[in-house]
Structures are given as structure tokens and as C-alpha cells.
């Protein structure tokens, strides 16, 4: 066979690349929509939570990445609860809200690891709601939105944990809604997204906590949505998964990330299966974990979690680079070819294939495909492409290849 080389001069290869893609870990001792979810010290925390069998719990459960296990940990102390929310700030986890079956709850709690311990703090002045933003920034808890007895809301509050007081701030100035998206990055809040009467909002804000202003930024790109989970890390916010637009699945388990200095955002690669509702997730160093949330095709709470690692390798800008075929895309024991390609894309390796992810140039995921070796990619335009293949013990490839 014959490899064409091909030279591609001064591009910019603006595509951020991953160590590897979704891996399975071991479920939760018992399977639950809204788990509230924390690290702290190297390990993740669920607490709380909707269990299939018995409804809003009390489950406090350890995750150990080391040996991929969990512990069932003493009860939470306060009252068992789910749509809850928590978050996690200078090795500490807070969280309060939720319901129970007929109240709506407006406690807050602080975990301490190292005691293990929980200690309730001041009591919000606020309505009891389920499904509200909360944050946590400079000793200050941000809360606000969700829904109570009365309906959607779109109150928002402080409380300063240096001098134990509550304070009233400027609503939101958007329409009411829960269950929205909410992280911070670099000193910065944001909310947005999320369900307000029949509307799935795709809106986005952000709030300034030193000048007490919102400012309104672009929407999300995506399907609105509502109810997934979210994160921040490495000076990015996280959206993954979640209902859409119809307040039902969407067919992939989207993963969003947002750059707060251009206000933008990038689509990442999908979790396994369906979209979740109301899943949970925590941060372990670099890694995202997944846990929880319900298949809404089928009903069930979800019982599979996931991870995926977060680590970027450097962007290449303004350089030649020299994409030849099969021969240098050798990577150790791997082979992708033809390369160019125009209608199927073949990889041979010496181990089990567990997926390919391919993105194109601007790192948006384009195609997926399980344990196979023939890829079929006569749908794709010409253009560069990056094959992500995976297989177990942490076997990860990134091949550049060209479709004509």
C-alpha cells in the first residue's frame, strides 16, 4: 500500500485533548436520583438523595478511587431529605434544602472529614425550597431560585459563616425558576439554565459578590436543559447531562465546559447511554465521577457511574506538522490507517478495543463507536480528525488522521 504525506503548514490546532474517555466504576450501595455530592481529602461524598425503595433518605456513603469502593458511612444526622444541594469549600462540605415528603426544607450543614462530623450552621430566613443554586465563596454561602410551596423562585441570599448573618441580595433578573446550573470559577458566580413553568431556560448570568451586581451573558449554545449536574475545575465550569428542551432525555449524556474568560462554551464528550436526571458528580484531583441520577426512557434510577479524567494536553499553535499514513501513526501497539481515509477507517492494535471518540479540529465530538476495529466515517466532512481509542487498564491512543 501506498501513504501519501501530507503537509499541513501554520494551522492552529485549537482542540483540547483527553487522557482518556468514560470508564465504568463500581455503583453506589444503593442507587439514587439527587444524591448530593462532595470530595474532600481524596475521597467523594454522596449524601441524602431519592432512593427507589424508601424515597428521600439519610445514606451517607464514601467513594475510594484508590480501590474503586464504597463505604456506607453513619447516617446523615438531620432530617432525610432529597432535591437537596451541596458544594465543597476549603475541605469542608456543605449542604442543606430539599424535602421530605410533605415539607420543604431551608437548613444548612457543614461536613467536617476529619472529625466526621456534621454541624448545622443558621438556619435560613428564606422560604424552605427544593432544587435552589448554592455556592460557596470567601466564607460566604450564595443561595437562591428553586421552588417552594408557592411555586419558582428567583430570591437570592447570602450568609457569612465569619459573622453568622443572613442577608437579602438583588433577585435574579430573570423569570423564576430550580433546578438550574451553577458553578464558580476564579472568584466569579454563575447560574443559569434550568425550569421555570413550561419553559426549559437557556439563559446564563453571572454575579458579581463584591460590587452585589448580576450581569447577563451569552446563553448556552446547546438544547436548554434542566436537572443535571455540575462542577468547576482548573479555572472551567462543567455541564453535563440532565433533561432538555422537553423536559425530557436527550439521546446523549451531553458534557458542556465554559470558558469564563470569552464566555463561551465548548461540547466535550458524552457519558455512556441516555442523558441523566438529577445525577451527582465530585472531582477527585483530576478525574470527574458520575454517580446517580435517573433513566428517564425507562424510569429506573440509574445504577451505573462513570468516570472520566480531566487533564488537557497542551494545545499545538502556529506550527508545521507533517500527518503521514499508516507507517509514523504507529503508536506503540497500535495502527490506524488509511490514512487519509474517505469510507471506513480501520485500527489494529494488541489489545481490546473498548471505544473510539473522534473530534474534529475544534474539538467537537463528532462520532462514537464500541469495541470494533472498522470505523466507519463516509458521513464525516473532509477536514482533520482526532481518534480517541481506548481499551482496559488504562490503554488511551490520539491519532490525527484526514478525511478526504
Known amino acids: 500500500m501506498k501513504y501519501i504525506a501530507i503537509l499541513l503548514s501554520t494551522f492552529i490546532f485549537n482542540f483540547s485533548l483527553f487522557a482518556q474517555g468514560w470508564d465504568e466504576i463500581a455503583d453506589m450501595p444503593s442507587g439514587k436520583h439527587h444524591p448530593v455530592t462532595f470530595s474532600l481529602d481524596g475521597y467523594g461524598y454522596a449524601v441524602t438523595g431519592w432512593d427507589e425503595q424508601i424515597g428521600p433518605s439519610d445514606d451517607f456513603y464514601r467513594y ?181 428542551s422537553n423536559h425530557s432525555y436527550m439521546e446523549e449524556g451531553e458534557f458542556w465546559q465554559y470558558t469564563p474568560t470569552e464566555d463561551s462554551w465548548k461540547q466535550m464528550p458524552s457519558h455512556p447511554g441516555i442523558s441523566l436526571w438529577a445525577p451527582g458528580s465530585f472531582v477527585i484531583e483530576d478525574t470527574l465521577y458520575l454517580i446517580g441520577g435517573q433513566n428517564r426512557q425507562s424510569g429506573f434510577v440509574q445504577g451505573d457511574s462513570w468516570r472520566f479524567v480531566l487533564v488537557e494536553v497542551e494545545e499545538e499553535e502556529d506550527e508545521e506538522e507533517e500527518v503521514t499514513g499508516l507507517a509514523d501513526l504507529s503508536a506503540g501497539s497500535l495502527k490506524l490507517y488509511p490514512n487519509p481515509a474517505s469510507t471506513e477507517l480501520w485500527i489494529e492494535a494488541d489489545f481490546a478495543i473498548q471505544s473510539t471518540v473522534i473530534f474534529d479540529i475544534s474539538g467537537r465530538l463528532v462520532q462514537t463507536s464500541g469495541p470494533t476495529q472498522l470505523i466507519h466515517v463516509a458521513d464525516l466532512k473532509p477536514g482533520i480528525y482526532v481518534a480517541n481509542i481506548s481499551g482496559g487498564s488504562g490503554i488511551n491512543y490520539q491519532v490525527k488522521w484526514i478525511k478526504q
Not at 427544593?130 to 428553586?146: C, E, M, N
Not at 426549559?200 to 448580576?214: K, L, R
Open 64 to 244: 475510594d478511587p484508590g480501590q474503586d469502593s464504597w463505604s456506607i458511612l453513619p447516617d446523615f444526622p438531620g432530617v432525610a431529605r432529597s432535591f437537596a444541594i451541596g458544594y465543597t469549600y476549603e475541605n469542608r462540605g456543605y449542604f442543606g434544602f430539599g424535602a421530605t415528603l410533605n415539607s420543604y426544607l431551608r437548613d444548612i450543614w457543614e461536613y467536617d472529614a476529619e472529625s466526621e462530623t456534621w454541624e448545622q450552621l443558621t438556619t435560613c430566613p428564606c422560604s424552605g425550597r427544593r432544587h435552589p443554586a448554592f455556592l460557596v465563596h470567601d466564607s460566604t454561602i450564595y443561595v437562591g431560585l428553586g421552588d417552594d410551596q408557592s411555586g419558582d423562585l428567583n430570591d437570592w441570599w447570602q450568609y457569612n459563616m465569619r459573622n453568622d448573618q443572613w442577608l437579602q441580595l438583588d433577585d435574579l433578573p430573570a423569570l423564576a425558576r430550580h433546578h438550574p446550573f451553577q458553578f464558580v470559577v476564579d472568584e466569579q458566580i454563575y447560574v443559569g439554565l434550568g425550569h421555570g413553568g413550561a419553559i426549559i431556560y437557556d439563559d446564563w448570568y453571572t454575579y458579581n459578590y463584591t460590587d452585589s451586581v448580576w450581569e447577563t451573558l451569552n446563553d448556552f449554545p446547546g438544547e436548554s436543559r434542566v436537572a443535571g449536574t455540575q462542577f468547576d475545575h482548573g479555572g472551567f465550569g462543567y455541564v453535563l447531562s440532565g433533561d432538555g
